[in-house]
């Protein structure tokens, strides 16, 4: 039997989740919940690093909590919270802001794409996000972080910050891995293949787990192709197409020589009708499973609270042989 792993991953409460956090991230989770150890966390203070509305942070919580438990994660089978309501998070990512230093913090692409587009103000806390993301996953001797690949960054971070501690006050911390979709790690946006799709983006470069079919048939009916013609897979020639595919392949399983095979001498609207049908029948039975779970805010607030007092539990053991590996307190 294979060894048991323990998993940390986090979304960001920042509107609604898409089908590139669900092909990257999520559908992941739900496959490795059964055989490991796992926290999934709604990374609430990630999400105030760039502005938000108090009452629609409260509302993206809740619904990135249902999104969580719509897409099939298990509270039975894992561990759903909060990150804000396990205190440990914020000291540790204090801690490993320490452990940082700014040349490596200004190397983060994230933090240079969303300074870029923020412009100004930009907060503090934008760009020592890594140090705090390191501390998510340090502080539950995490092995395996299961992310999209605009983030293996950020996880190296993380290992780098384990060893120097290590190096600096004794063996603390287990140095993860990341692991990422074999295809899939990096869906595009649907206007314009060059960029990631992102909860961040245009209405139309994502489609939305929340999307009703009519709003994901249009989406992909619209959606950026590439010059010439034909079905076929290559991401560097072919960016649109080959992003279709992807989606394709996650929301019927066929593998892209199937793909080609079926639709190989079909167009593009052939092909974009055909993966309209298999993504609204993928993503139907999710959004109306969500919708039910925003309805019953008791059942989310008890799954996140019993949650809370699991991550809680073992981030306080964790914390305590820090605080004493690196001589704080009393
Ligand atoms: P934002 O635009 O607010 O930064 P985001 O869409 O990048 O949001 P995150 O909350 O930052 O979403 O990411 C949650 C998870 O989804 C991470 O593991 C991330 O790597 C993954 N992910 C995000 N976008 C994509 C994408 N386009 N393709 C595959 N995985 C993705
Ligand atoms: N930075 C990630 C979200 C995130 C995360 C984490 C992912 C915060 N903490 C710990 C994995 C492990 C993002 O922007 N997608």
Redesign the pocket.
């Known amino acids: 039997m294979a060894k048991r792993e323990t998993l ?5 409460p920042t509107n609604q989740t898409h089908i590139g956090n669900y092909i990257g ?1 999520l559908k992941q989770w739900v496959e490795l919940q059964s055989s490991n150890n796992c926290l999934f ?1 709604i ?1 609430d203070l ?1 999400a105030i690093t760039v502005p938000q509305n108090p009452e629609k942070l409260r509302e993206d919580i809740r619904s990135t909590a249902a999104t969580y438990l719509a897409v099939g994660l298990d509270p039975k089978k894992c561990t759903i919270f909060v ?1 804000s309501d396990v205190p440990e998070h914020a000291e540790l990512g204090w801690i490993m802001g320490t452990v940082a230093r700014m040349s490596e913090l200004e190397r983060m692409t ?1 933090f240079k794409d969303k300074a870029k587009k923020q412009k100004e103000n930009v907060s503090v806390g934008l760009f020592t ?2 140090a ?2 390191s501390a ?2 340090l502080l539950y001797d ?1 092995t395996i ?4 690949e ?2 293996m960054q ?2 190296e971070l ?1 290992r780098t910050l384990a060893r120097r501690f290590n190096t600096q006050f004794g063996e603390t911390f287990n140095v993860p891995h990341a692991v990422i979709q074999k295809t899939g790690a990096r869906i595009m946006s649907l206007d314009d293949p060059k960029t990631k799709m992102s909860k961040s983006g245009t209405l139309a470069n994502a489609i939305f787990l929340s999307d009703a079919p009519d709003v994901i048939t249009r989406k992909i009916m619209r959606a950026v192709t590439d010059s010439g013609k034909g079905i076929s897979f290559d991401p560097t020639k072919k960016p649109a197409i080959s992003n279709l595919m992807t989606i394709f392949h996650h929301v019927t399983g066929d593998s892209m020589e199937k793909i080609e095979q079926d639709f190989g001498n079909k167009g593009y609207g052939d092909f974009k009708k055909a993966l309209a049908e298999a993504t609204v029948e993928y993503l139907t039975p999710i959004r109306k499973k969500r919708e039910m779970y925003m309805k019953d805010q008791k059942e989310l607030d008890r799954i996140l609270k019993s949650g809370a007092e699991t991550a809680h539990k073992k981030a306080l053991k964790k914390i305590v042989t820090i605080r004493k590996n690196m001589g704080l307190g009393r």
């Not at 940390?8 to 960001?12: A, L, P, Y």
């Not at 972080?145 to 999209?148: D, N, R, S, T």
């Open positions: 940390f991953s986090g979304i960001q991230a966390c990374v990630h990150q994230q996000y890594p705090l993301m998510d996953i995490t972080v299961p992310v999209g605009d983030q950020h996880v993380a």
